[in-house]
């Protein structure tokens, strides 16, 4: 236990850097130089790196085990396998994958440079704003959907919104892709967001209703500005508290979010169509018009005319008296 | 991998409570290892010992921890390891009069091979503040000794393999104080190459994350608890 050297006294930022470089990815003998670390999660590190061949900046993102872990491993594959069949705006292209020196699976995509949907919720954003950015969520969705492929954890802090205002779904490290097997009684996925089948430990089976529910969970955080609750009814409840948000979107995000998936959205691509009925002042398919609604809504569309014809007949009657 | 977890692991807790003394003995050590150095410096700061009542009470409390076999009482369930432990010192130290009473009749075994002096000269190095948590303290010296173990293991692994100059380029890069050396600095100080800076500090890491686990290992009585600390000390998941 008798020993002498000169880093004995390990300082408290030594203790640090040993602690942080401890698990540093090994990049050597690959084409990356590592620059630091931009994200972390349970399973992986995601860290920023320098492509010294193409000369341009990546993401890395690697798992946190050393030395390689079979679950870990087969995530890091699945999400790579993800990104690389669906080329679409919505979805962080993937340029590499395969295992480092350390034995540690990996998988290099574009770097990109935004804001967590999460931390935006947070800030002051435009209402239809975020109607907007749920739109574009549930187009990528649906290219996914129409793929087989079911990403089973979306939530706020998985979208990232780039500088021009593009949205882009992340974390597909959990995604459900077709002929493979469904994991038997799993719970995948984050208590707010995940569907009541998945929480009941149905992953395995969850389908893109699943995700549609995920994507109400997320119009739900948007309007209200809070997680919603891990139990399906008091959604339901707070959706019909809030009556101060128009009547057609709580609507949309009831449908999204209820219980029986037979009664939500197909997917997302119906989803998102409603959405754009919203966004354009039109009915949304969530919630019939009774005629009341529909008559306002048709004098709101034509009220110019309406307007001058109005004024037009006043102005004959102020005529008509005074020539008479 | 380093993160597999060798069966007789499994077993430390069920071998700290053995009946027989010699394999009791054989558990302990690694746990004396890990902890000895904590103990002694947390009596230094939380409880404002001299350095001479420090030592003493260090042997006193383990090998009492050891004769009167209080480590059997650790449940997993309730506490992690390290804080049962600090419960237990500062139980003792609570109660040191009569300890020190003890001592001078004689009693209770003395521990050999732990370098107080080397302890107390990385005391010297640093300020004595006793920060208000206390556990976070003990579990901060814990990590401190932890990782000082493993490094000296990564340099003597350097040494008897003739790479020395791996070991150089960790110390420089990673023991040293912040600075904004790059690689390329590092290469032309050393008159190594970019790609020998970055392979061999990229080795020597490796080397320091298997020898941390290890020690992490023989510090943890349950598996759980080991892959609970790799998580939050190392960030590394451990199967």
Known sequence: MTRASVWTALSDASLRRLASVANLPDLSGTRYTLREEIGRGGMAVVYRAHDETLGRAVAIKVSSAPGGRADLDARMRTEAKVLALLEHPGVVPVHDAGVLPDGRAFYVMKHVRGTLLGDLARSQLAADER??????????????????????????????????????????????????????????????????????????????????YALGAILFALLVGADPPAEPEAVQAGLAARRDLPRRLRAVAGKALATDRAARYSDAEEMGADLARFRAGRPVAARPEIWVERAARSAWAYRTAIGLVLAYLAMRVVVAWLAG | MSGSFPPTRLTVLARIRSPVPDERRDAFGPLIEAYWKPIYTYLRIRWGLPAEDAQDATQSFLASAFEKRWLERFDPSRARFRTFLRTCVDRFAMNRDQAARRLKRGGGARIVGLDFETAEGELRERPLEDPVDQDELFRHEWIRGLFSRSVEEVRAECAAAGQLARFALFERYDLGPESDLSYADLAQDLGLTVSQVTSGLAAARRQFRARALANLRAACLTHDEFRSEAREILGIEVE
């Open chain 1, 131 to 212: 109607v907007r950015i749920l739109e574009r969520m549930c187009e990528t969705m649906a290219f996914a959907h129409a793929h087989g492929i079911v990403h089973r954890d979306l939530k706020p802090d998985n979208v990232m919104i780039g500088g021009f205002g593009e949205v882009l779904v992340m974390d597909w490290g959990v995604a459900r892709i077709p002929g493979e097997p469904g994991e038997a009684g799993a719970v995948i996925g984050t208590p707010g967001y995940m569907a009541p089948e998945q929480a009941a430990g149905r992953s395995g089976d969850a389908d893109q209703r699943a995700d549609v």
